[in-house]
């Protein structure tokens, strides 16, 4: 059931995103922080094509015990778009919220990103071998984690219109995370968990995509108008 259920899932949540992301950056117009969101959704999809088409291959053809390279190589991908998707929102969080540009919290995001990707890239990480130390999955991903705190955080204290969940969405998909690089290679079935953190990015990236779509529908009714009024 595995192997046809989640390359199913997985196929329609790449696909979605992608599709989500392209619509985004093509319709937004001269609005950029809806242009970099699409950007972000889009970058989303792509990093996680790199590790979930190995694994979708691995399932279907009952070899994913074989493609521990490839799924090592994506993962590792995976985990950096991840990262740079996250300033890719603190960016849009800074252009849709009414709070003046601050240098030192902009500092703070980047310097922990840069964190997580060069933990990311040490050899100790062993990404190519199937028994990954669990103690540097922990450790890269601690800057991961206080990224995604201060960015629940900032959603929550600054609200941006339409996205009233967003706290939620990323505060479930990292509860979701966790337990998977704590316990996955011990207790497999946790890695289903990866299912409902996915759900949390679709909410998330829709609640984009609606919010874009009314912004656009408020920028043609301002144009017309104006029109009208001439």
Known sequence: ????MEPVFEIAYLVFTMIIGIIMIVKSGNDKSYRLFGTAALLLAVGDSFHLI????????????????????????????MTIFYVLIFHFWQLRSDTPAN?????????????RIVLCLFPQNEWFTADSPLSWGIIRNIPFVIMGIILIVLFAKNKIEGFRFAPLAIFFSFLLYIPVVLWADTIPLIGMLMLPKTICYVWFIVMGYRQSRRAVRKKTAYIENEYNDK
């Open 1 to 4: 059931m595995q192997a046809i």
């Open 103 to 115: 240098k030192s919290l902009s500092a703070i995001i980047y310097m922990l990103a840069i964190a």
């Open 54 to 81: 190995p694994r979708m291959l691995g399932l279907i053809t009952d070899t994913l015990s074989e493609n521990v390279f490839a799924l090592g190589v994506g993962t590792l991908i995976t985990s950096i778009t």
